[in-house]
């Protein structure tokens, strides 16, 4: 079946430093890719849907220049939390599209523990 | 303002017993709905799913049901199994087929013992 790839699982580190996570799709060409926020007991929430070659569209609420994304390839999406602080906080999951065939459900990845010191 | 919500936030059974998982949602828009299946430590795994021109879909040892009256929908697993335990996340799209835009509830961790 599809796998997604996402790396890394867990980063911890000091308050203002910006982290970047990566999301592959390793069997198939991901047209779209989407990126996930969950904090404790809460829902998975879309941050913002990547598709290849163009700019990403951010769900209202969330900052573009705080949440740089990136979908050069059509396997390959990156997130950068930039200067990140501790209510950044959460774990942040990517999953992907194959598009063009609409029965397909989204591919998770294992997601990211992000803590921010 | 939750517009998908599991309100049982977790669900103990016997192993041979039926596990239902269920799920409410606020949006008469919504025409789609999924069952995610997670483990710790690892994303969630696409589980069956159901149109709104259907009330009931199966495949092996899970169904799900749709109630679009009552805007509730639940999965049941039978016989549940110890590796079924896992949190178990519904999740709707106003579109038939299209998962760009997935609404997820809060989850409920089931847990299957022998």
């Known amino acids: 079946g599809a796998v997604v790839s996402q790396h890394p699982s867990r980063v911890i580190c000091k308050s203002g430093t910006s982290v970047k996570i990566e999301c592959r799709s390793l069997?198939?060409?991901?047209?779209?890719m989407f990126w996930y926020r969950q904090f404790p007991k809460q829902s998975l929430m879309l941050m913002a849907t990547s598709n290849e070659g163009s700019k990403a569209t951010y769900e209202q609420g969330v900052e573009k220049d705080k949440f740089l994304i990136n979908h050069a390839s059509l396997t390959l999406s990156t997130l950068t939390v930039t200067s990140a602080h501790p209510e950044d906080s959460s774990f942040y999951i990517c999953?992907?599209?194959?598009?063009?065939?609409?029965?397909?459900?989204?591919?998770f990845g294992d997601g990211t523990r992000l803590s921010i010191l | 303002d939750q517009q998908v919500k599991q309100n049982s936030p977790s669900l103990s059974v016997q192993e041979g017993r039926i596990s239902i998982l269920n799920c409410d949602y606020t949006n008469s828009m919504f025409d789609y709905f999924l069952w995610y299946k997670k483990y710790p430590a690892e994303g969630p795994t696409f589980l069956i799913s159901i149109s709104s021109i259907k009330d009931k879909n199966e495949d092996g040892r899970f169904t799900v049901f749709l109630n679009k009256s009552a805007k509730h929908l639940s999965l049941h697993i039978v016989p549940s199994q110890p590796g079924d335990s896992a949190v178990y996340f519904c999740a709707a799209s106003p579109e038939i087929y299209n998962t760009d835009k997935l609404i997820f509830g809060t989850g409920t961790r089931l847990q299957v013992f022998p």
């Open positions: 999953s992907a599209s194959r598009g063009g065939d609409s029965n397909q459900p989204q591919h």
């Open positions: 069997d198939f060409q991901a047209t779209t």
